[in-house]
């Protein structure tokens, strides 16, 4: 079958930097999403990796290595704003979209 | 970036009426459309694919009668929930697919469902 896995839950420090992981099984690939979920909101694109490698895209980085199934979503210099469930979501090979649990990542003052 | 918007932002309704629900691509075309719905503190669980001017594809487990989807233009997609029973409340949330860039889908702001 196919599996994200993501932790349920993770705390850091504001100013801090903090990595998700996020391991995959799924039927082909066709790129992995990362997404931020605020309460009660839907979700917002973040980032996507189809090669192997880290992307940059500002105090937020997401690295893929395909042939271990394995991703994370790096976070710099942590601000309250960023406490959010972060969802981990895999495109198989027809396009859809497998989710992951998320992680809800508490900031702390 | 591409917008999709969702109406109602929320809707609280009797046991036994239905509820439509309107998705919206306002400045791309999307060929394909995706319902989820999410429960509090759950990930997000795809009920349908919906492709322009064809039936949707239902995830296992999803009443396709009781969840009606049109996708009746490149811009809009509708789901019905009918007979809505309070179990049905839930958070739903659509996103599209823009035909020229396929891996991204960009989401609407959700739709909250409350059956009394």
């Not at chain 1, 105090?59 to 994370?72: E, I, M, P, T």
């Amino acid at each position: 079958g196919q599996n994200i896995d993501q932790p349920t839950e993770m705390t850091a420090t504001e100013g801090a930097i903090v990595q998700i992981n996020c391991t995959y099984q799924t039927s082909g690939f066709n790129g992995l999403f990362w997404y931020q979920q605020h309460a009660g909101e839907a979700p917002t694109f973040l980032s996507y990796n189809v090669l192997d490698g880290l992307e940059e895209k500002g105090r937020f980085s997401s690295f893929l290595s395909r042939s271990k199934g394995y991703s994370y979503l790096l976070l710099k210099e942590l601000q309250m704003k960023d406490s959010a469930s972060y969802l981990c979501a895999v495109m198989d090979s027809n396009y859809q979209l497998i989710w992951g649990a998320g992680t809800k990542l508490i900031i702390k003052p | 970036g591409a917008v999709v918007s969702q109406h109602p932002s929320w809707v609280i309704c009797k046991s036994g009426t239905s509820v439509k629900i309107e998705c919206r691509s306002l400045d791309f075309q999307a060929t394909t459309m995706f319902w989820y719905r999410q429960f509090p503190k759950q990930s997000l669980m795809l009920m349908a694919t919906s492709n322009e001017g064809s039936k949707a594809t239902y995830e296992q487990g999803v009443e396709k009668d009781k969840f009606l989807i049109n996708h009746a233009s490149l811009t809009l997609s509708t789901l019905t929930v009918t007979s809505a029973h309070p179990e049905d409340s839930s958070f739903y949330i659509c996103s599209a697919r823009d035909v020229r860039e396929v891996p991204e889908q960009f989401f609407g702001p959700g739709t909250r469902l409350t059956v009394l």
